[in-house]
């Protein structure tokens, strides 16, 4: 911003971050949003309060974006950034898939990284 009443900096790279959170860790698909403007998935993350195992993956319009599902790891959270068919366009859909952990946690959280597209 320059001080000017009403102008913005595009200039900086602009990120934003969706999450979903899975409780008891059930298994299944799970929409999150519709993604409002056009954008790259940058890292797709996970985390899991309690139990063990259980993998996650993220996928757009049905497309996984990542090659292999993240492994969770109990109240740590991992993440991946080399990612496939990351770029969102305007209207596009996100949604989270989980796999059944063992061990009954409390809750498994996926988040998806984006970079607004200029």
């Not at 900096?9 to 698909?29: C, H, N, P, Q, W």
Request: charged share 20%; with cysteine.
């Amino acid at each position: 911003m320059d001080g000017r009443a009403g102008d913005v900096d595009l200039s900086a790279v602009r990120t934003f971050s969706k999450e979903y959170r899975v409780a008891k860790g059930a298994a299944g698909t799970y929409m999150v949003t519709r993604l409002p403007v056009a954008c790259t998935a940058i890292a797709v993350r996970a985390y899991r309060a309690g139990g063990s195992g259980g993998v996650v993956n993220a996928q757009r319009n049905g497309g996984d974006l990542l090659a292999e599902p993240l492994a969770t790891v109990t109240d740590t959270w991992a993440g991946w950034t080399h990612l496939q068919n990351v770029v969102f366009a305007s209207g596009d859909t996100l949604s989270v898939v989980t796999a059944d952990p063992a061990g009954s946690p409390s809750e498994v959280v996926v988040q998806v990284d984006f970079r607004v597209n200029p």
